[in-house]
């Protein structure tokens, strides 16, 4: 009996740790493509300098973590922030290199450079930064951001 039930019990810890086990249901190449459309699709709400815009990018429960500062939570306080930003700031270009990326179908976990040509009252800037952004999958089937995470980069 003893030399029956270990099998068994191998076995049965096998299939139940593989049907707990995620599907990832998405390639990394189909996450990049998603994430650098979604990255061109901000980079355009930030030209605009529509905080609105901005703010649609964001789930309603987000959380922006901008270099410097605290943590600003939910897309109505972030719409705040960028409004209050962008009283003073206009961002003429913006660029991403997504350096790692990695999730599933449903959030997607990103890491990269981005760049940005931001005139600040007279004087232009060229800024580049380090990021870490989460974008999740809502139901209507879009990826928004859930973490923006950013410190200038050296």
Same mark, same amino acid.
């Given at each position: 009996?003893?030399?029956?039930?270990?099998?068994?019990?191998?076995?049965?810890?096998?299939?139940?740790?593989?049907?707990?086990?995620?599907?990832?249901?998405?390639?990394?190449? +189909? @996450?990049?493509?998603? *994430?650098?459309?979604?990255?061109?699709?901000?980079?355009?709400?930030?030209?605009? $300098?529509? =905080?609105?815009?901005?703010?649609?990018?964001?789930?309603?429960?987000?959380?922006?973590?901008?270099?410097?500062?605290?943590?600003?939570?939910?897309?109505?306080?972030?719409?705040?922030?960028?409004?209050?930003?962008?009283?003073?700031?206009?961002?003429? +270009? @913006?660029?991403?290199? *997504?350096?790692?990326?990695?999730?599933?179908?449903?959030?997607?976990?990103?890491? $990269?450079? =981005?760049?940005?040509?931001?005139?600040?009252?007279?004087?232009?800037?060229?800024?580049?930064?380090?990021?870490?952004?989460?974008?999740?999958?809502?139901?209507?089937?879009?990826?928004?951001?859930?973490?923006?995470?950013?410190?200038?980069?050296?």
């Amino acid at each position: 009996m003893k030399t029956i039930m270990l099998p068994l019990m191998a076995f049965l810890l096998i299939v139940f740790c593989s049907c707990n086990k995620p599907e990832q249901g998405i390639s990394k190449a +189909e @996450m990049r493509k998603i *994430v650098e459309s979604r990255n061109t699709t901000l980079g355009e709400c930030f030209k605009s $300098g529509d =905080a609105e815009k901005v703010a649609l990018m964001y789930a309603d429960s987000a959380k922006l973590s901008p270099n410097g500062s605290g943590f600003v939570h939910g897309r109505n306080n972030i719409k705040a922030f960028w409004a209050e930003d962008f009283k003073t700031s206009k961002t003429l +270009e @913006m660029n991403t290199n *997504v350096l790692t990326i990695d999730g599933d179908k449903d959030i997607i976990y990103e890491t $990269g450079l =981005a760049s940005s040509k931001i005139m600040y009252k007279d004087t232009l800037y060229n800024v580049t930064v380090k990021y870490i952004n989460v974008w999740r999958k809502q139901a209507d089937g879009n990826y928004l951001l859930d973490i923006d995470f950013w410190n200038k980069a050296k």
